[in-house]
């Protein structure tokens, strides 16, 4: 069994930056590649970023790229999205997930989900 927990979230201007935090329980998570989602209001949840268990691996969504950073720390069994040049179009709830099996970009290779983290970026 997994826990996930993300905090980090909030409010801020276009261009400005934040970072997310994914605390996980469990014996797995230094063994466990984690990704990250997000769902906008009215809109599918998303891809945005993943990181293998070794964190030799960080592929990501083309609309976050050069922009956020994925990183973990198995000793602290985080994982992290450092976001920057936010823009509106990033507002969004921001899910963390641990990978099970299949392609990493659909929701449905994850087996276990935090419960969320709004990011609100104002223009």
């Known amino acids: 069994q997994v826990q996930l927990v993300e905090s980090g979230g909030g409010l801020v201007q276009a261009g400005g930056s934040l970072r997310l935090s994914c605390a996980a329980t469990?014996?797995?998570?230094?063994?466990?590649?984690m990704g990250w989602f997000r769902q906008a209001p009215g809109k599918e949840r998303e891809f945005v970023a993943f990181i293998t268990w070794d964190g030799a691996t960080t592929p990501y969504a083309d609309s976050v790229k050069g922009r956020f950073t994925v990183s973990r720390d198995n000793a602290k069994k985080t994982v992290y999205l450092q976001m920057s040049s936010l823009k509106p179009d990033d507002t969004a709830v921001y899910y963390c997930?641990?990978?099970?099996?299949?392609?990493?970009?659909?929701?449905?290779?994850?087996?276990?989900w935090g419960q969320g983290t709004q990011v609100t970026v104002s223009s």
């Open positions: 997930a641990a990978h099970r099996s299949g392609t990493v970009y659909y929701a449905a290779a994850y087996n276990y």
């Open positions: 469990g014996r797995t998570f230094s063994t466990t590649s």
